[in-house]
């Protein structure tokens, strides 16, 4: 009896293994919270969905980057890892693609927990939200048009954070470097983001124009213009930011044969 031995297989199950406590935690919490804050109504549902797929999107798509590459480095079995018969980008994007999964499978159950709760209500209400967006297409549906707005956006957001994220981390050698950076680094992209608001308010003319574009690329671009009365520029968002942040860091991956010294 023979046995055919399949490295890109065995790396996939090896990674899920590894990383799927991370995948449940995330996904038990984020799915808790967003059925419980809308089914209780505490605070409106759009901004418990906001809630959920902003803040709590962020710390998952930190704590799921941080847990590829760093522990492998931290337990001394990265050096071996590499030196199996997988090519050295295949590694990366295999162990990029596992957190990549996790991430967006707890977003959608998040919403789909979200959309359940507001179902069990029996009712589809739109209490107060924040005036500047209260005539806005996005609010003048049913619940179910703000969750899949949110789910879409926040996925195309997050995946591009997550692989920010993943790339920035592969150099750390323990979960708590992997941690720090990753904090300090989502607390320059918030900063980058928040010019955003700004724009017509404080830059104006050619500087207005570069804020703009430069916005539009940002990482968290997808959540930043999901209100925005002209969908065409959240569509753009949807577009540019995984083909920026998430088609680069692949093509890199794929053209390097061996970890850089």
């Known amino acids: 009896m023979t046995t055919t031995y399949h490295p890109i297989r065995s790396l996939v199950w090896k990674e899920w293994r590894e990383q799927r406590w991370r995948f449940a935690l995330g996904a038990l919490v984020l799915t808790t919270l967003s059925a419980s804050m809308v089914r209780a109504q505490l605070i409106p549902t759009a901004e418990s969905v906001a809630i959920i797929f902003g803040p709590l999107g962020l710390v998952l798509s930190v704590f799921l980057s941080m847990g590829a590459v760093p522990p492998e480095r931290a337990a001394g079995t990265w050096h071996f890892l590499v030196t199996q018969p997988v090519p050295f980008g295949r590694l990366l994007i ?140 959240h569509a753009l968002a949807l577009t540019m930011t995984p083909l920026v942040w998430v088609g680069i860091p692949v093509i890199r991956w794929l053209r390097r044969k061996r970890e850089a010294k």
């Open 94 to 233: 295999v162990k990029w693609a596992v957190g990549a999964a996790a991430l967006l499978s707890t977003l959608v159950l998040a919403g789909a927990a979200a959309y359940a709760a507001e179902r069990s209500r029996g009712v589809f209400t739109w209490p107060p939200f924040p005036d500047q967006f209260v005539d806005l297409p996005i609010l003048q549906g049913k619940t179910s048009t703000l969750v899949l707005s949110m789910v879409g956006s926040a996925c195309a957001a997050f995946l591009a954070l997550y692989s920010l994220m993943f790339t920035a981390m592969l150099k750390a050698r323990t979960e708590l470097h992997a941690g720090l950076a990753g904090i300090l680094l989502t607390i320059v992209i918030l900063a980058w983001a928040a010019q955003y608001p700004m724009i017509g308010w404080v830059y104006h003319d050619e500087v207005a124009t570069v804020a703009w574009y430069s916005s539009l690329v940002n990482p968290l671009s997808p959540l930043m213009f999901q209100f925005k009365e002209n969908r065409m520029t």
